[in-house]
């Protein structure tokens, strides 16, 4: 049996790639390194974006384990231009994966990405990992597993967010670990 935790970055300042963790992401990081005090972990991957490297270090610092940064982690892309109905859109490309705007990936293409971080992580037998990435990301990835979460659970989801994938011979159990 493998375990997959699956993190959502703590609270940034804004979304680009460099934005920092506000000082409530800071002591948010900490929350989640003493969260997993008990809890085993032998590899953490994290997105090469600030906010979510600065928010496993602490972790990482804790259980003496290098970060691998993975460039399939990284925030979804829904569209280089401006679009003021983003939310709406946002909402129908969980209803039609290969829904793609102007500069953007559909759900399709960023699926795969964090679905071959998944794969890897099956094919190393690691016996348990934390993978650290970003909402929009990880509700896809969490929606390939279970068809039940879709746009209204993406909107439910906290700064930090902690799901479970355990995987075994009967296949995948998907379960939110994190009290916010």
């Excluded at 934005?19 to 953490?44: C, K, M």
Aim: proline content about 4%; aromatic content about 8%.
């Amino acid at each position: 049996m493998q375990k997959i935790y699956i993190i959502r970055h703590c609270k940034a300042e804004g979304q680009p790639a460099e934005s920092r963790l506000t000082d409530e992401g800071v002591n948010q990081s900490y929350e989640l390194a003493e969260f997993f005090t008990s809890i085993p972990v032998n590899r953490i991957i994290s997105s090469p974006y600030t906010r979510a490297v600065d928010s496993i270090k602490p972790l990482s610092n804790k259980k003496d384990i290098n970060i691998e940064i993975d460039q399939r982690l990284v925030e979804r892309v829904l569209s280089t231009e401006d679009l003021p109905d983003w939310m709406e859109k946002l909402e129908e490309t969980f209803h039609n994966k290969n829904l793609k705007f102007p500069g953007g990936e559909s759900s399709e293409e960023a699926l795969s990405r964090i679905v071959g971080v998944i794969d890897d992580i099956v094919q190393s037998d690691v016996d348990s990992s934390v993978i650290v990435t970003h909402g929009n990301l990880m509700a896809l990835l969490l929606n390939y597993f279970d068809h039940q979460f879709g746009f209204d659970q993406w909107k439910l989801l906290t700064n930090p967010d902690v799901f479970l994938l355990t995987l075994d011979k009967k296949g995948v159990n998907v379960k939110g670990i994190w009290n916010d």
